[in-house]
């Protein structure tokens, strides 16, 4: 997937409550937060600001040496989590992606500070996130949590927002024998801090000789959105969710608490946390998760040259086995570009692998293409072949539709014929699918241990399109791309009404979101979120206990 940030512009300036709050904080009252967080609050200005003569409307010197460091590294993915998540924000202080030395991108042009909060707490204690909550319920400043930024519906932004910024919990340890506080029984497991990406987890993992479960992704966090939204893997078939793996997660609530949640202890936050979405029932600071042995993975990866008269039959393909296919263990994506699949399975053997998949590398050599099933030794390895090279560059401005599709529309000719029809009408309208393949449909699940919606359970694919929009465009293209993206997804509504959808990977404007991202869960992690968070500190788009969209003018109205 190309897609790294959400961008979403400022349409109207900010009215209401938060914009006069934190304008009426006084320099003394943000002297003595700093004095508090030991030094460690952040003013921030946006990543591209150097390149720009105007700022904010303001005139300043262009800074070209800091400029020109910027540009080259505008689109790679390790320059951009370290400074563009705490300094940056895609709305008004773009540079050109496809092209960082466009000069049209910032001559004459104002870098804007758009939804990036002027002030950052740089999260090192609980201290520090203890600080934030009181600061805001004094001065009503609305707080934002930020991990890596990645959040695809823009909920780690917000403008005029003190943000708490947890990056840099940066701890990871390796447990032979991890017993969650007050329980009994032992896991192998992996502690990660809040700021931990799964590039780091994946390699501490394999030092460990251990396998963790995660995203298809170097630059995600493990603890943030992810693990709290669902969290699917390429594993998840066999190995389940992010939410499945979570043994114990600290975590400090709006009121100042420290609390340890796991299945013995605050059990009802730990299942909210389960599923409830990041940003919404306090900070957490760390989380600890199952690991399995490292074990040999067999891949199939196979690309094929689209036609007016081989799409059919690839979708085909596609649909008639996928049952059979997830049942096996296979898990990956079916790519849009170059179209094909990488999938992956730790449960079968090569010989296994290669018969059930011998359909489609079949037909990947009738039709201009390549096709390979193969045996790596671990994870780790898959993942720096597959993930870490096919990565593309980042920086461009996006968002998704989609919607999870249930098992049952492939169980029958006339379900299965649906959603051949809906693939190719989907491909002439939008383009080639691009499909997350990463339900939990093999794993031996205990229900209601989580809050994610019972959908997820019984479906098979997490269908997706993209919009992606150039750094120049208009509110007017910005709000039709967004428009295009929701019909998509309320047409998907109309495929599996009574199914669901990924909070993390959703259309922003989701209907019933409520329903779609948690199904009858929804109560009750509305009573968690109002136990533990009675004044309503933590507030985000579409979260649980949403507060409506007046509270966030940077999202267009469709
Ligand atoms: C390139 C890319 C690849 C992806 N691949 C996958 C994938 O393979 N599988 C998958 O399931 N999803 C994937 N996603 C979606 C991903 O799960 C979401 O974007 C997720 O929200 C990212 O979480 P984050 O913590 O890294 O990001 P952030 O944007 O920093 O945070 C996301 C949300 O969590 C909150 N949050 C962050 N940190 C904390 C904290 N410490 N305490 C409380 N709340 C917190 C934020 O306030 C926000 O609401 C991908 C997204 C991108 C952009
Ligand atoms: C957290 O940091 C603050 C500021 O540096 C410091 O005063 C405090 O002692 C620290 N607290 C803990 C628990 O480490
Ligand atoms: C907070 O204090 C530190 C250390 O004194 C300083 O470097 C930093 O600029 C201050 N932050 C703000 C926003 O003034
Ligand atoms: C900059 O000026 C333009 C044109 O007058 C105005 O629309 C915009 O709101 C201003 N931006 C800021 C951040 O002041
Ligand atoms: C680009 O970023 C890399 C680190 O990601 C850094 O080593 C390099 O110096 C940067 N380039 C410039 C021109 O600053
Ligand atoms: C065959 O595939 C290659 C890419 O693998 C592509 O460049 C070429 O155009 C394809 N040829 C035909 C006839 O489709
Ligand atoms: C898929 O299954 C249908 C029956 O549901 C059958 O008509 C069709 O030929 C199959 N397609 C392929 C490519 O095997
Ligand atoms: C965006 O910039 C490109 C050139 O970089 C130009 O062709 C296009 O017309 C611009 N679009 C808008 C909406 O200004």
């Given at each position: 997937?190309?897609?790294?940030t959400?961008?979403?512009?400022?349409?109207?300036?900010?009215?209401g409550?938060?914009?006069?709050?934190?304008?009426?904080?006084?320099p003394?009252?943000?002297?003595?937060?700093?004095?508090?967080?030991?030094?460690?609050?952040?003013?921030?200005?946006?990543?591209?600001?150097?390149?720009?003569?105007?700022?904010?409307?303001?005139?300043?010197?262009?800074?070209?040496?800091a400029?020109?460091?910027?540009?080259?590294?505008y689109t790679?993915?390790?320059?951009?989590v370290?400074?563009?998540?705490c300094m940056?924000?895609?709305?008004?202080?773009?540079?050109?992606s496809?092209?960082?030395?466009n000069?049209?991108?910032?001559?004459?042009?104002?870098?804007?500070?758009?939804?990036?909060?002027?002030?950052?707490?740089?999260?090192?204690?609980v201290?520090?996130?203890?600080?934030?909550?009181?600061?805001?319920?004094?001065t009503?400043?609305?707080?934002?949590?930020?991990n890596?930024g990645?959040?695809?519906?823009?909920?780690?932004?917000?403008?005029?927002?003190?943000?708490?910024?947890?990056?840099?919990?940066?701890?990871?340890?390796?447990?032979q024998?991890?017993?969650?506080?007050?329980?009994?029984?032992?896991?192998?497991a992996?502690?990660?801090?809040?700021?931990?990406?799964?590039?780091?987890?994946?390699?501490?993992?394999?030092?460990?000789?251990?396998?963790?479960?995660?995203?298809?992704?170097?630059?995600?966090?493990?603890?943030?959105?992810?693990?709290?939204?669902?969290?699917?893997?390429?594993?998840?078939?066999?190995?389940?969710?992010g939410?499945?793996?979570?043994?114990?997660?600290?975590?400090?609530?709006?009121?100042?608490?420290?609390?340890?949640?796991?299945?013995?202890q605050?059990?009802?936050?730990?299942?909210?946390?389960?599923?409830?979405?990041?940003?919404?029932?306090?900070?957490?600071?760390?989380?600890?998760?199952?690991?399995?042995?490292?074990?040999?993975?067999?891949?199939?990866?196979?690309?094929?040259?689209?036609t007016?008269?081989?799409?059919?039959?690839?979708?085909?393909?596609?649909v008639?086995?996928?049952?059979?296919?997830s049942?096996?263990?296979?898990?990956?994506?079916?790519?849009?570009?170059?179209?094909?699949?990488?999938?992956?399975?730790?449960?079968?053997s090569?010989?296994?692998a290669?018969?059930?998949?011998?359909?489609?590398?079949?037909?990947?050599?009738?039709?201009?293409g390549?096709?390979?099933?193969?045996?790596?030794p671990?994870?780790?390895?898959?993942?720096?072949l597959?993930?870490?090279?096919?990565?593309?560059?980042v920086g461009?401005?996006?968002?998704?539709?989609?919607?999870?599709?249930?098992?049952?529309?492939?169980?029958?000719?006339?379900?299965?014929?649906?959603?051949v029809?809906h693939?190719?009408?989907?491909?002439?309208?939008?383009?080639m699918?691009?499909?997350?393949?990463?339900?939990?449909?093999?794993?031996d699940?205990?229900?209601?241990?989580?809050?994610?919606t019972?959908?997820?359970?019984?479906?098979?694919?997490h269908?997706?399109?993209?919009?992606v929009?150039?750094?120049?465009s208009?509110?007017?293209?910005?709000?039709?791309?967004?428009?295009?993206?929701?019909?998509?997804?309320d047409?998907?509504?109309t495929?599996?009404?009574?199914?669901?959808?990924?909070?993390?990977?959703?259309d922003?404007?989701e209907?019933?979101?409520?329903?779609?991202?948690?199904?009858?869960?929804?109560?009750?992690?509305?009573a968690?979120?109002?136990?533990?968070?009675?004044?309503?500190?933590?507030?985000?788009?579409?979260?649980?206990?949403?507060?409506?969209?007046?509270?966030?003018?940077c999202?267009?109205?469709?």
């Amino acid at each position: 997937m190309s897609i790294f940030t959400c961008g979403l512009l400022l349409v109207s300036a900010l009215t209401g409550v938060s914009s006069t709050a934190i304008r009426n904080v006084s320099p003394e009252q943000w002297h003595a937060l700093n004095a508090t967080v030991g030094g460690r609050l952040r003013s921030v200005t946006p990543f591209a600001l150097p390149c720009f003569s105007l700022y904010n409307n303001q005139s300043l010197p262009v800074d070209l040496q800091a400029c020109s460091a910027i540009q080259v590294n505008y689109t790679s993915r390790n320059f951009r989590v370290e400074y563009e998540t705490c300094m940056n924000t895609n709305s008004r202080c773009l540079l050109d992606s496809t092209n960082p030395s466009n000069l049209l991108a910032t001559e004459g042009a104002s870098c804007d500070q758009g939804e990036i909060s002027p002030y950052y707490i740089d999260v090192d204690n609980v201290s520090d996130i203890q600080a934030a909550f009181t600061f805001s319920e004094q001065t009503q400043v609305p707080l934002s949590i930020k991990n890596t930024g990645h959040d695809l519906l823009g909920r780690s932004r917000r403008r005029d927002s003190l943000g708490i910024w947890t990056h840099h919990l940066q701890t990871m340890s390796y447990h032979q024998n991890f017993v969650p506080a007050l329980c009994r029984g032992s896991h192998r497991a992996i502690t990660v801090g809040a700021g931990i990406t799964f590039e780091q987890v994946y390699k501490f993992a394999d030092e460990n000789d251990v396998m963790f479960v995660g995203g298809y992704t170097e630059t995600v966090g493990v603890s943030g959105g992810w693990m709290m939204g669902g969290g699917h893997s390429v594993l998840s078939p066999s190995l389940g969710l992010g939410v499945d793996r979570v043994l114990e997660i600290k975590i400090v609530t709006p009121d100042g608490t420290l609390r340890i949640t796991n299945a013995c202890q605050n059990t009802d936050l730990f299942w909210a946390l389960r599923g409830g979405g990041g940003g919404t029932f306090g900070v957490v600071i760390e989380s600890t998760h199952l690991v399995e042995q490292r074990i040999p993975i067999q891949v199939i990866s196979m690309t094929f040259t689209p036609t007016a008269t081989n799409l059919r039959r690839y979708f085909e393909i596609l649909v008639n086995n996928s049952v059979h296919w997830s049942e096996l263990g296979w898990g990956g994506h079916v790519n849009s570009q170059p179209a094909g699949i990488v999938y992956v399975n730790p449960r079968v053997s090569l010989a296994q692998a290669t018969a059930s998949m011998a359909q489609l590398t079949g037909f990947a050599l009738a039709n201009n293409g390549t096709a390979a099933v193969e045996t790596l030794p671990s994870w780790f390895s898959f993942f720096q072949l597959f993930v870490v090279k096919g990565q593309s560059p980042v920086g461009s401005s996006a968002a998704l539709g989609s919607r999870l599709i249930p098992k049952a529309l492939f169980e029958t000719p006339a379900g299965r014929a649906k959603l051949v029809a809906h693939l190719l009408a989907q491909t002439a309208a939008r383009g080639m699918p691009y499909i997350p393949v990463g339900t939990p449909i093999a794993f031996d699940y205990t229900p209601g241990t989580t809050s994610v919606t019972p959908a997820w359970r019984d479906s098979l694919w997490h269908l997706t399109s993209a919009g992606v929009w150039p750094y120049n465009s208009t509110v007017a293209d910005i709000r039709a791309a967004l428009g295009s993206l929701h019909d998509f997804a309320d047409d998907l509504h109309t495929l599996a009404p009574s199914s669901g959808s990924y909070m993390n990977e959703g259309d922003v404007y989701e209907s019933d979101h409520e329903f779609s991202y948690w199904g009858p869960n929804y109560p009750r992690l509305l009573a968690v979120k109002n136990k533990y968070d009675p004044l309503g500190l933590l507030d985000c788009w579409k979260c649980v206990g949403w507060k409506g969209a007046a509270q966030f003018p940077c999202y267009p109205t469709l």
